[in-house]
């Protein structure tokens, strides 16, 4: 990218001409069209109800109030719904990346044996699945329906994580390095551990975050699985049926339903729901772009 | 090392594959799965008959081919448009406000629609009817939630498709765009005459690879924007699936209708790869 731009930069010393304001114009629009929803919706939760039932607040608070989030903070159900997050995304990412590893790590190298055919058993999984409905027969069998496992489990092998691990391993880490350190009587544990690793670390911190803001922000299994538990649901699903389905009251206004607009309390949810993901947003945003590059290298 | 990712496969994902029998057999709970008594075709027969079944497979297609209209063209012309920016801080804060839809859940997205685009309290009908203009009902008519969830598509996933463009772009020669302006070209001369033809194989494989899935669908994003007045539209076949498997208890139909689409769906993929392969891409296999 910046190569080239420089080089066209230095080509053409014209100053800035229509077309340059017409590009930057609509390219500001496209970025105010994803920005400004957000502040809609933020400003929305911290409106008071009046401004908000005779749908006067625009981009900015009116009637500025924290109370609807203070309903949120006492609600325990949600509270509850986001620990469940927490847990279901950190076991999961773990476990991902550990069996991602133990997938990736011996395949990548050259003197392994039907290298070719276990790649493939791997791969076919990523083009070709039981479906829905097996998936959800097989939770039923082994007893994880309404249970967190079947949050965990079943998601925890992606084939496209796997084999960008792959490709990055070979590629990132000469044969001769692996050699010497078995010359020097490294077994393979050792090598993994201390050469593998640690030259994989950027790769790991991209896939980790693949893994973990996947099962963040999913919600399909949890609508199948997590049926009579109540309360394993996770945040998405919690807000799916708070907001979307608008099923569910919120626990705190059973006492006070007449006074309370649901709509400020749905934004509030909204953002409070947001606000993990805006918050590592600017961290994680280089790792993203990185893992797509590497994906595509194979596409 | 191998045993645990392998022993993961086969019972996530392989062990599921043997529950496909469920779409020739009459399934009843009470005699289980091998219990059950095998109808051969007969399932699929009765799926072919329903209504509901080429209602989905068309919105499947309609929604997935519409996307490919829409979202698919996006990000090439944001791509070619932020490549025109010379301004590196500003290209920046444009891509990361670009990039932001695409790292949030569709419940969220689905919510942040309902709060902007419902018809009595949405701010997008509060701004139209202040200009005294008629309140829409965006998302709770089936045509208007048809070109919503187009839109919605296009707004999550624009910024995002531009990285893979912007990366292709940024390995052009600069000589090109040099030759091109001695030889008296203008900007846009530049982007349909070097940028675009240096992209095109990058275009080509990503459109055969998106005809490949255009089967495939969206169960959280559909899931997430529908609603009760909104059925003509969004009856597609996850939600298809779903609805008849998990919430009606027909687990032979549902699993027939899923095995359906994974078998349209490879074929496609195997096709959308020998077509790459004979434009001389690398094919995605």
């Known amino acids: 990218m910046k190569s080239s731009g420089n080089v066209i930069t230095m080509h053409r010393k014209r100053r800035f001409d229509t077309w340059d304001v017409l590009i930057h114009l609509s390219l500001i629009i496209a970025s105010l069209v994803c920005l400004l929803p957000f502040l809609h919706v933020a400003a929305k939760s911290l409106s008071s109800d009046a401004f908000v039932i005779a749908n006067k607040v625009f981009l900015l608070p009116r009637g500025f109030t924290f109370e609807a989030y203070g309903k949120i903070f006492a609600d325990a159900s949600i509270l509850r719904s986001l620990y469940v997050s927490v847990i279901v995304t950190v076991v999961f990412t773990l476990l991902g990346m550990i069996i991602t590893i133990c997938a990736a790590y011996p395949l990548s190298r050259k003197q392994l044996k039907g290298r070719t055919a276990l790649t493939m058993i791997f791969m076919i999984t990523l083009y070709f699945s039981g479906g829905i409905i097996p998936e959800y027969m097989l939770m039923n069998q082994l007893g994880m329906l309404d249970t967190l496992w079947a949050l965990i489990l079943p998601q925890a092998f992606s084939a496209f994580n796997f084999l960008i691990m792959k490709t990055a391993i070979s590629s990132s880490i000469p044969v001769s390095l692996e050699e010497s350190a078995r010359i020097d009587g490294a077994g393979h544990f050792r090598i993994l551990w201390s050469i593998v690793l640690p030259l994989s670390k950027p790769i790991i911190a991209t896939l980790s975050l693949f893994y973990a803001v996947g099962r963040w922000n999913a919600y399909q299994d949890a609508l199948f699985y997590i049926k009579q538990a109540v309360e394993l649901r996770p945040l998405q699903l919690k807000l799916y049926y708070l907001v979307i389905q608008a099923s569910e009251s919120f626990q705190l206004e059973a006492t006070q339903v007449q006074l309370s607009n649901p709509e400020v309390l749905k934004a509030s949810c909204v953002v409070f729901a947001t606000l993990p993901i805006l918050c590592i947003y600017p961290f994680i945003q280089k790792y993203f772009v990185q893992g797509v590059l590497l994906g595509a290298v194979k596409e | ?285």
């Not at chain 2, 091998?34 to 009765?46: A, D, Y």
């Not at chain 2, 187009?150 to 893979?164: E, K, N, R």
Request: hydrophobic fraction near 50%; charged fraction near 15%; proline fraction near 3%.
């Open chain 2, 1 to 285: 090392m191998l045993l645990i990712p392998i022993a993961f496969v086969l019972v996530f994902k392989y062990a599921p594959m043997s529950g496909l029998v469920l779409a020739f057999k009459d399934y009843k709970i009470a005699h289980g799965v091998w219990g059950s008594e095998w109808v051969g075709l007969e399932v699929f027969r009765e799926l072919f008959a329903k209504h509901d079944f080429g209602r989905a497979v068309r919105n499947t297609l309609l929604l997935n081919c519409l996307d490919l209209v829409f979202s698919f063209t996006m990000p090439i012309v944001l791509a070619l448009l932020l490549n025109e920016v010379r301004n590196l801080r500003f290209k920046r804060i444009n891509q990361t406000l670009l990039y932001l839809p695409h790292f949030l859940s569709w419940i969220i997205i689905g919510a942040i629609a309902y709060q902007l685009l419902s018809e009595g309290s949405g701010v997008v009908n509060n701004v139209i009817a202040m200009m005294g203009g008629n309140r829409v009902p965006f998302l709770q008519e089936d045509f208007n939630w048809l070109i919503s969830y187009l839109a919605i598509g296009v707004w999550q996933s624009m910024g995002w498709g531009t990285i893979i463009y912007l990366a292709a772009i940024s390995g052009i020669n600069p000589e090109l765009y040099e030759a091109a302006t001695v030889d008296g070209a203008g900007r846009w001369r530049k982007v349909w005459n070097v940028s675009l033809p240096s992209i095109r194989t990058t275009i080509v494989t990503l459109l055969i690879m998106n005809l490949g899935r255009v089967m495939e669908g969206s169960f959280e994003r559909i899931y997430a924007l529908q609603n009760k007045a909104t059925t003509e539209f969004t009856t597609t076949i996850p939600v298809l699936v779903y609805r008849w498997g998990i919430e009606g208890g027909n687990f032979s139909r549902a699993t027939a209708l899923g095995l359906f689409q994974s078998l349209i769906g490879i074929m496609l993929v195997l096709m959308a790869d020998r077509i790459a392969k004979k434009l001389g891409e690398d094919g995605l296999l």
